[in-house]
Structures are given as structure tokens and as C-alpha cells.
């Protein structure tokens, strides 16, 4: 199990302050959707708990500054998702996901049979194991964040981090993600998303922060977060909010005028 | 020592055409006595230097100073050297150029309308082509008693000197591999001394190169190389300085005796013919 | 998409086979014909000075020195292309080649290297580190894989114009002619002294480069995915900067600049493993070696008036073969 802690979090980046002063609490079972707008400073907040970018303020993963944290403990605790399908070399499905085992691989060692029955389980679970012997760049795009998701699962890290996951993907495909990202948290992992899709949010996540021009602007339950002010002040829209059901349905009308 | 096998292989291409310009034909008559020669020629520089009187001289060629390639390198000292501008050879006007040839000199050329007495020597690949060169080079600047002098001072030099060599094998080894053939003036000097020249009996042109396995299986008896590739200052010269050459016994001679036919003939054979005795002393 | 690739130790096996009979073909073949039975009797001690001064002190070291060399550049072509993500990186095209052999100009017609024997080495790596350090600034910004290669031959034609102009301007005179050697390559009259010059060099390389395999995987994500794998990407960097500035400096040091082996080798080695780029490492570095002793082998064979250099060889070589890969494999890498 393991807990993030943002205290007072500030980036920048060039001359500009991307995120000011945030603080959150994070804990495990738990599927956090990131929501904001463009621009708001989503990217860079979850890349800072990664200590991907230098940060003011602590992040702190598991209590300890996840900056002063040497860089394979902190892989063997959250695993990350990053925006884009980026894929470099044109490598095999099954050897792509076994990437997700180099935080646990000692320096000259091989693969273990622990990490191969790691990447067996994360290939199941992301639904990918018709495509192990694929060539990862010739699928489509649908598969590619399959089999990305499969990679990020094979960490077995108890904390997952995912930066719009859902983009470019037709919906059945992010229904998939969507349920691959519940599926984690209801066992147990501390998940936190970065998302655009107001609806899929609403439908999936537990808690959600609304982040606009750096800021924290609402922290709670969809119900909560999600109202027709907010949405107006947020994002210039006009909608609807219908809490009756089991999530907040959405439907937008136009731009606020 | 790229210069030496460079002037060899023209001298044997052109042959015949060098022939033919040897016959001095100056455009204008020289005066008995020239008192502004110019040389366009760093082997003429020697000549000019050894016959003619300091100041006689207007010009002679940048490299005239340059110990390593001019053997009256000291003479030559306080005299004007020339590059090789038409411009400067207006200026001087002078009543004798002497050149190697000089009447295709690219300076010459530009001036077309200017009409200076001349002085075309030949490449001198023998003692007697050198000879040759002296007794018309002391013509030309007005001593030739001189001349007859220089060349009677040299074959008494010559004419004591032993022969060391015993038939034994030598190649002129230069840098990055080239090797001396025969009807050169080294080659002459090889023979004055006793030495087969390497490349002659392994049939090679008068320039050509041999590599460090081909040198090492031919297994000469001493390898000729010239003083200034001693030290390594580049890779020709490194190349002369490998491990595998390092049993063949060496004469090393400077360039500037060799390079041209010149008076510096007889100290080149004297200081090949001293280190052969003292290798062979040592019991090569 | 059929793919052909070998377990890991049968590739590395065979193209260690390959370069064992390179290296006998190379001990074997030269300017002098000398028959096997007097090699190997030269070999085992025997009294024959001209067999064993040839193959001791002239094939043996050359062949080391190849087999050497052409390790360092396909390993160096294979690194780069992993850590920059870009199939045509390796030292020629990027200059840092042509950047080393400036350093060893420097070194040798200006007299510096007559201080010591390290000099020389020292500023052919000085020369390699410049010019790497200047990429890898470049490639941080760099959005697509041309502008990497267009900085690469920005700096390598800066580095050969420097080349000629302090040929030029050495006080010898005989400089300004070797500048072919330096800028194309060659291994002739290479002695034990040069081994000694560059096998630590290339050691160092080698070493430092092949620790990278696991980063250069985890780079396949690109470099947040990378260091959210827990690798350390500035001592990644640094690793692969310096590594290569050594091994690829001591090299050039003492053959100048050989050109297209860290391009060719990589390339033909790549589909036959998995392609990560941790596969490819080590057997480009014995490709390497393959490739550059049997194009030494071709200039001693070739026969020509003035010595072929290798970089024509190399360059005749691999040019056709990279032609062909690019167009079959234009989507692939």
C-alpha cells in the first residue's frame, strides 16, 4: 500500500508558474480523475509526483521526498502511463510489456521467472495476450494503449499514474481503459488519471480534482466536483448536471454566453 | 622526401623535352659580367651561390635559406628571396634569370613583352650532367674559371674516396614509402659508393613505393633515409620509424646534398661513404 | 510481419565465428605472399626473421587494431542510435569522427603530441567530446531525427574544414598531404605503439557503452517513461558521452577517421534480434570488428598504386546496403 502527499506544490516551468500551490492527500483503493482544462497544469501536476519535474513544496510518496528518492524505488512504487503512444523501437507486444520489470531487475541480471509470470499476469489483465507476438508499432490504437497499460501493470507497483489515457481512442476502447483503471483500484492500487472526458470521469472516478490555471478548484466526489457553476466558470460551458443516478450524467449545451 | 622523387619523374618523362630547352636560347643577350641574377630554382640557387659573387645576386628562390633543402643554406643568407611573383621580377630587372627551366617559368609567362636574358639548365641526374650545369651556370655570371676550379676541386674529392659498399644492398627509403630508382642522382651516389640500389634490382621505376612487408622481405642491408625524417613529425615520417625496420642498419644523409645536382655531391658521397665504413666496422 | 531473429547467444556465436575467420584471413593475406605453413612455423618460434617480423610486428597488430576500431564504431553507431532514437545516429554522420581527428591534428603537426604519449589520445577525445556535447544539447530541442543529422553534418563539416586548415597552417610542410589518411581512414604501418594508444581508449569505451543496454530499452517509452523506470538519464548521458568521446578519440587517434561502420552494422544486425536496443549492443560491437578487418582485408587486396583507404571500402560497403535497408525498412528502423 502507499500514499502520495502534496503539500503546497508549485511548478515552474520557463518563466511561467504552471501549478500553484496545490495540496492533496492520496490513498490506496482509490481512482482519482485529474479534470481541468487545456492548459490548466494537469500534466505537469502528475508528472510532478513523479519528480519528473522539480517541484516547490514536498511530494512526498510513502512519507519520503519522492526528489531525494533514489529513481528505481520510486518506479517500484508508482508506475506511469505518459501522454502520446510514444514507441521508438518496433519491439514485440510481450517484450514491450517485460520493459515494466526494469525498476525490479538487479544490474546485470536477466529476467526471472517472478517477472515473467509478472508480465504473463499483466498481459491477462490488460486483455493482450492474443497480441504477444505482434510488432507493438503495427497495432492500432486501440491495442497500442492495451498493450502500453499491459507494460504499466507488469511494474505490479502499488500506485499507477495515467496521462490522458483515453486520447484519440474510439469509445468502446476507452470503456476498455476506463474499466482496466477501476479494475486496479478496486484491487487495492492507488490510481490516479489524468483525464479530458467529463462523462467517462463522472462515470468512473471516485474522487476527482478540478485543476484550472494551476490551481485546485473543487476536490471531492464527481457529485460534488461536477456542478453546472463550476462547469460554467471552468470551462466557459453550458451544461446540465443530472446527480439523480449512480454518477453525474452530463449534457452540454453550448458555450456560456 | 616528396621534391627529389617528383624532379626525378619529370626529368625522365620529359626527357626529351628537356633536351631541347637545355640549349640556352635567351630571348635578349646577357652581359659579360650580370650584376642583377635572378634564380627561379632552388637547384640553380646552389649553382648561383657557388659561382657567382654576393653581389651579383638579386634574388633567389624562399627555400635558398632553408637548411634542410638547400645545401649553400649559409651563403644565402641577407640575399633577397623571391616567391614566385612576376610582379618582383619586374621590379628587380634583372640581367640573367637562371632557372630549371627557365623559360616556362609561370612568372615569366606573365610578362610577355618583357624580354630577359635566360639561363636553362638541365636536371642533373649524373656527376657529369652536374659538371655540365657548373661549367654553364659559371659561364653565364661571368667566372667561368670558376667553374673549372669547383669542378676540379670536386673530383679530387672523389677521386680518393673508397668504395665501402661492397656490393651490398641499399633502398632509399622516403617518407610514407617512397623509394628511389635508378638514373637518379641518388642512385649514382649509391653506385660511387658501392651500394645496389634495391629498387633497381627488384626492377621498380625511378619512383615508387614500397611497402613496409615488401621492404622487410627484400631484406636490404642498410636503408638510405634523409636526415630530416629522423624525427617523427608526421606519419610519412612515423612510418620510417616502425618496429619491423628497426634491425636494417641506416645512412641517413641530409636532403639538401641530395635533392639537386649540385657542388654538395661530393659531401653527400663522403658522408655515405663514412657511415658505411663504420657500419661495416661494426660488422653489419 | 515475418521476424527472423536468433536467440541471443547463436547470433553472438556466429558473428564471433565471423570475425575469428576475418581475423586468420587478415594475419594470413599481405603486401608479401608468405605461405601458411611459414606463418604458422614463424608463429610457434621458429628462425625465420622475415616471416616473424611480418606477421608479429606488422599483420598482428594491425589485425588488433581492426578488429579493435571496428568493435568501438559499430558498438558507438549502435549506442547512439538507442539513446538519440535515431536509426542514422552513429559517430561519422553526427562528426564527432571527423571532430577526433581534428583533436589528433592538432595534436601531431603542432608538436603537442611530443610532450607525452597521451596527448594525442587525449585531444582526439577532447575534439569527440566537443562535438557530442554540442549534439546532445541540440537533441534535447531536436523535434524530428533530421535536425539531429543535419547538427551532426554541420559539425563534421566544420571539424574536416578545421582538419585541413591545420594541415595547412602545421609548420610542415608534409602535412597538408596526409589529411586523406585522417579524414578517410586507414590502418597501414600501424604498429604495437598505436595498439597500445588506443586498446585502453577503447576498453573504457566499450565498457562505459555497454552498461547502458537496460536505459536504452526503457528510452523505447520515451524519457518520462524511461526515468518513471527508474533510469538515471543524466548518467545515462554522461556514461554515453564520455564512453563514446574516449573509445571513439583513442580510435581515430591512431586510424583517423573511418566512416558508415556505426551506421551499417547496427542496421543488419538489428533484424536478426529483437530490435531493442539492448540486443544490438554487443553484437555490433563484434559485427564491427568483422566489418572493418575484412574491409582492411579488401585494401590490402585491391590492387591499387597508392593504398586504398579503408573509409572507401567501408563507404562502398555500406552505402548500398543502407540504401536497400532504408527502402525495405522505411517504416520499421
Redesign the interface.
Known amino acids: 500500500m502507499v500514499t502520495i502527499s502534496l503539500d503546497h506544490v508549485g511548478v515552474t516551468l520557463g518563466r511561467r508558474a504552471v501549478v500553484h500551490d496545490v495540496s492533496a492527500e492520496f490513498g490506496p483503493g482509490t481512482l482519482t480523475g485529474i479534470v481541468g482544462p487545456n492548459g490548466a497544469g494537469k500534466s505537469t501536476l502528475a508528472r510532478a509526483m513523479l519528480a519528473l519535474v522539480s517541484a516547490s513544496g514536498s511530494v512526498r510518496v510513502d512519507g519520503v521526498d519522492a526528489a531525494a528518492m533514489p529513481r528505481a524505488d520510486l518506479a517500484r512504487r508508482i508506475a506511469y502511463v505518459p501522454q502520446g503512444q510514444t514507441l521508438h523501437w518496433p519491439l514485440t507486444v510481450e517484450r514491450l510489456v517485460g520493459l515494466g520489470r526494469l525498476p525490479h531487475l538487479a544490474p546485470m541480471s536477466r529476467i526471472s521467472d517472478a517477472d515473467t509470470a509478472a508480465i504473463e499476469r499483466a498481459m491477462e489483465r490488460a486483455d493482450v495476450l492474443d497480441l504477444r507476438d505482434r510488432i507493438a508499432t503495427e497495432l492500432s490504437g486501440g491495442e497500442r494503449a492495451r498493450v502500453l497499460f499491459a507494460r504499466a501493470l507488469a511494474v505490479e507497483a502499488p500506485a499507477l499514474i495515467a496521462d490522458e489515457p483515453l486520447a484519440s481512442l474510439d469509445p468502446g476502447h476507452q470503456i476498455d481503459v476506463m474499466d482496466m483503471l477501476r479494475a486496479e483500484a478496486a484491487g487495492g492500487a492507488l490510481v490516479i488519471a489524468v483525464l479530458h472526458d467529463l462523462t467517462l470521469a463522472a462515470r468512473y472516478c471516485d474522487r476527482l480534482l478540478l485543476i484550472d490555471e494551476g490551481r485546485i478548484v473543487a476536490d471531492g466526489t464527481p457529485a460534488e466536483v461536477l456542478t453546472a457553476e463550476r462547469l460554467r466558470a471552468v470551462y466557459g460551458i453550458d451544461a446540465r448536471v443530472e446527480t439523480g443516478g449512480e454518477w453525474p450524467t452530463i449534457t452540454l449545451f453550448g458555450r456560456a454566453r | 622526401m616528396q621534391r627529389r622523387g617528383l624532379l626525378a619523374v619529370a626529368a625522365l618523362l620529359s626527357g626529351a623535352g628537356l633536351l631541347w630547352a637545355a640549349s640556352p636560347a635567351p630571348l635578349a643577350k646577357a652581359p659579360a659580367v650580370p650584376q642583377r641574377i635572378v634564380s627561379i630554382n632552388l637547384c640553380a640557387d646552389q649553382l648561383v651561390l657557388a659561382l657567382a659573387d654576393r653581389k651579383q645576386i638579386a634574388g633567389l628562390t624562399k627555400n635558398a635559406t632553408d637548411i634542410e633543402m638547400s645545401g649553400e643554406a649559409a651563403k644565402a643568407k641577407g640575399i633577397p628571396l623571391l616567391s614566385n611573383s612576376a610582379e618582383q621580377i619586374l621590379a628587380i630587372e634583372p640581367d640573367l634569370i637562371v632557372g630549371m627551366p627557365a623559360s616556362r617559368s609561370a612568372a615569366l609567362r606573365a610578362l610577355p613583352e618583357q624580354s630577359y636574358p635566360l639561363l636553362d639548365l638541365d636536371t642533373a641526374n649524373t656527376l657529369d650532367q652536374i659538371y655540365t650545369s657548373i661549367r654553364q651556370t659559371a659561364v653565364a655570371v661571368g667566372h667561368p674559371e670558376r667553374g673549372d676550379a669547383l669542378i676540379a676541386r670536386m673530383q679530387s674529392e672523389l677521386a680518393g674516396l673508397p668504395k665501402p659498399g661492397k656490393g651490398r644492398v641499399a633502398a632509399y627509403y622516403q617518407r610514407r614509402g617512397y623509394m628511389t630508382g635508378t638514373g637518379t642522382l641518388i642512385d649514382e651516389l649509391m653506385t660511387r659508393v658501392g651500394l645496389v640500389n634495391l629498387a633497381g634490382k627488384l626492377g621498380k621505376p625511378p619512383l615508387s613505393q614500397l611497402s613496409i612487408e615488401e621492404m622487410v622481405a627484400a631484406e636490404p642491408d642498410y636503408l638510405i633515409v634523409e636526415s630530416a625524417t629522423d624525427i617523427v613529425t608526421d606519419q610519412g615520417s612515423e612510418m620510417l620509424h616502425h618496429p619491423a625496420l628497426r634491425d636494417i642498419p641506416r645512412i641517413s644523409v641530409p636532403q639538401a646534398w641530395t635533392v639537386c645536382g649540385s657542388p654538395a655531391y661530393t659531401q653527400a658521397a663522403r658522408s655515405m661513404a663514412a657511415q658505411i665504413a663504420k657500419l661495416e666496422g661494426k660488422g653489419a | 510481419?515475418n521476424?527472423f531473429a536468433l536467440p541471443r547467444w547463436s547470433l553472438i556465436a556466429a558473428l564471433s565465428a565471423l570475425t575469428l575467420v576475418a581475423a586468420v584471413a587478415s594475419l594470413l593475406f599481405?603486401?608479401?605472399d608468405l605461405s601458411v605453413a611459414r606463418l604458422v612455423d614463424a608463429a610457434m618460434g621458429s628462425d625465420d626473421?622475415?616471416a616473424s617480423?611480418?606477421l608479429f610486428?606488422?599483420?598482428l597488430p594491425r589485425t588488433i587494431l581492426a578488429l579493435a576500431v571496428g568493435a568501438m564504431l559499430g558498438l558507438a553507431g549502435a549506442a547512439l542510435q538507442g539513446y538519440l532514437?535515431n536509426p542514422l545516429a552513429e559517430p561519422s554522420v553526427l562528426g564527432t569522427s571527423n571532430a577526433a581527428a581534428l583533436g589528433g591534428v592538432a595534436a601531431?603537426?603542432f608538436?603537442l603530441a611530443e610532450i607525452h604519449v597521451i596527448v594525442l589520445p587525449l585531444l582526439a577525445t577532447g575534439g569527440a567530446l566537443l562535438s557530442l556535447a554540442l549534439l546532445f544539447i541540440l537533441s534535447g530541442k531536436a523535434e524530428s531525427p533530421l535536425t539531429l543529422i543535419l547538427a551532426g553534418i554541420a559539425v563534421g563539416t566544420l571539424a574536416v574544414a578545421g582538419t585541413s586548415l591545420a594541415l595547412n597552417l602545421s609548420p610542415?610542410p608534409?602535412?597538408a598531404?596526409?589529411i586523406m589518411?585522417w579524414l578517410l581512414g586507414s590502418l597501414?604501418?600501424r604498429?604495437?605503439?598505436h595498439v597500445w594508444i588506443a586498446l585502453p581508449c577503447i576498453a573504457i569505451g566499450t565498457a562505459m557503452l555497454l552498461w547502458n543496454g537496460?536505459a536504452l530499452?526503457?528510452?523505447?517509452?520515451?524519457e518520462?517513461?524511461a526515468?518513471?523506470?527508474?533510469?538515471?538519464l543524466r548518467r545515462t548521458r554522461l556514461r554515453l558521452l564520455i564512453g563514446t568521446a574516449i573509445g571513439v578519440g583513442g580510435a581515430v587517434a591512431v586510424t583517423g577517421a573511418i566512416g558508415f561502420v556505426g551506421l551499417i552494422v547496427p542496421h543488419l544486425i538489428r533484424p536478426l534480434t529483437?530490435?531493442?536496443?539492448s540486443a544490438i549492443l554487443l553484437p555490433s560491437a563484434i559485427g564491427g570488428a568483422a566489418l572493418l578487418t575484412l574491409a582492411d582485408l579488401g585494401v590490402r587486396i585491391i590492387p591499387t598504386?597508392?593504398?586504398l583507404k579503408l573509409g572507401v571500402v567501408t563507404a562502398f560497403l555500406g552505402v548500398p546496403v543502407f540504401l536497400v535497408h532504408l527502402m525495405r525498412e522505411r517504416?520499421?528502423?
Open positions: 510481419m521476424r599481405g603486401a608479401v626473421k622475415v617480423i611480418i610486428d606488422l599483420r532514437r601531431i603537426y608538436g610542415n608534409f602535412a598531404m596526409e589518411t597501414e604501418n604498429s604495437f605503439d537496460r530499452d526503457a528510452l523505447t517509452l520515451g518520462d517513461a526515468q518513471a523506470l527508474g533510469t538515471d529483437d530490435r531493442s536496443p598504386t597508392n593504398e517504416r520499421l528502423w
